[in-house]
């Protein structure tokens, strides 16, 4: 179970005993943080990862021995500590270590920021082209990185991320083949699949600090087995990061003709045709036309667009017919004060 800051303070506070032991943290954070101004990062390391033992240790021996001896116990207490104790030091260990890898995130964002103007694709990256469809969750996720204070909470948030790409495209697939015969194969996704799928959303989350960010989830944080899913997170995004560094934007395979970043107007006329194209005049789908994940996106966004110009037709419409009855309506009052005004005239004349 993976702690944010305010559940972690939760967890800890929940203890009446644990109160005057967290008192006592409180200033010796604060000697500390004056304390590491001077180290280096390895010594920094240390004396955080001693201190965190210690009062680990002082708030276990707090509880009675059957509780003591409950390993889930013990594990969330200490991935509580390890938030409170790193959520109080972030913002000074975390500087110090984005000043020792300012080079590498200057690196990885210059280069990130390139492919991103050049519009890099998944498929340009080695994955399959049906496999090429937007995972704007899977950025959005990322994209909180730099604002997460703890490292196991940024490694949560790597967990997140992977698990989301994941589901949006096992959703994508289900969704393509729920539209297919039930004797159509439905595409397996492959491990080598996952990464060039993790560089494309690395490219456009654009995380500032990767490097130190990796630095930090790896060196602070002691609580996750390296066997734990979470843990196994980091080893993916390294992965991940090593290929992007070796990523040329003028090198790269040309985009498929069937991914498209931004439809054109004449892209869209072609899409429209294409979708068109996949169902008889019933309706109904033809079945021997095979379909992809990738395929289902562009019906969905052609259904998305008809609708839109079917609401601005019925708006326009409705407009046309408000504007013809104001004409009608502003005519007979013209009509009527023309007429009144004559009389007003006729009357005056006779004065």
Not at 47 to 58: L, P, R
Not at 147 to 161: A, I
Request: hydrophobic share 40%.
């Amino acid at each position: 179970m993976v702690f944010f800051f305010c559940s972690a303070v939760g967890f800890l506070t929940h203890f009446p005993v644990h109160i005057e032991v967290l008192i006592k943290l409180g200033p010796e954070l604060q000697q500390l943080c004056s304390s590491l101004l001077s180290d280096s990062l390895q010594v920094v390391r240390e004396k955080v990862h001693d201190t965190m033992s210690c009062y680990w240790m002082t708030l276990l021996k707090t509880h009675p021995l059957d509780r003591q001896r409950d390993a889930h116990f013990q594990n969330l207490l200490s991935i509580s500590l390890e938030n409170f104790i790193m959520s109080r030091l972030h913002d000074l260990v975390f500087q110090m270590v984005c000043n020792k890898h300012n080079e590498d995130d200057a690196q990885i964002l210059g280069l990130v920021k390139e492919l991103a103007s050049a519009g890099v694709t998944a498929d340009q990256l080695g994955a399959p082209e049906d496999f090429a469809i937007p995972l704007p969750a899977a950025v959005v996720e990322l994209a909180s990185l730099d604002s997460l204070n703890c490292p196991v909470d940024k490694l949560s948030c790597l967990r997140t991320t992977l698990d989301l790409i994941l589901a949006e495209l096992k959703g994508a697939i289900v969704d393509a083949h729920s539209v297919l015969s039930k004797d159509s194969q439905m595409p397996t996704l492959m491990t080598d699949d996952l990464i060039p799928l993790l560089v494309t959303v690395i490219i456009q989350a654009k995380p500032l600090h990767m490097a130190s960010n990796l630095y930090y989830m790896e060196n602070f944080q002691w609580t996750l087995s390296p066997s734990d899913a979470t843990s196994f997170s980091l080893v993916t995004f390294k992965a991940a990061i090593q290929e992007l560094l070796t990523l040329k934007p003028k090198e790269l395979r040309p985009r498929s003709e069937k991914v498209r970043r931004e439809l054109r107007l004449e892209d869209l006329m072609k899409v429209t045709v294409e979708v068109g194209q996949r169902f008889e005049r019933s309706g109904e789908r033809r079945e021997e036309i095979p379909i992809s994940p990738l395929d289902r996106q562009m019906e969905r966004i052609t259904a998305m667009i008809e609708a839109s110009t079917q609401d601005l037709n019925d708006e326009t419409l409705h407009l046309t017919e408000d504007v013809d009855q104001n004409k009608h309506v502003t005519g007979g009052f013209l009509s009527s004060l023309q007429s009144n005004l004559g009389t007003c005239f006729t009357n005056q004349e006779e004065y």
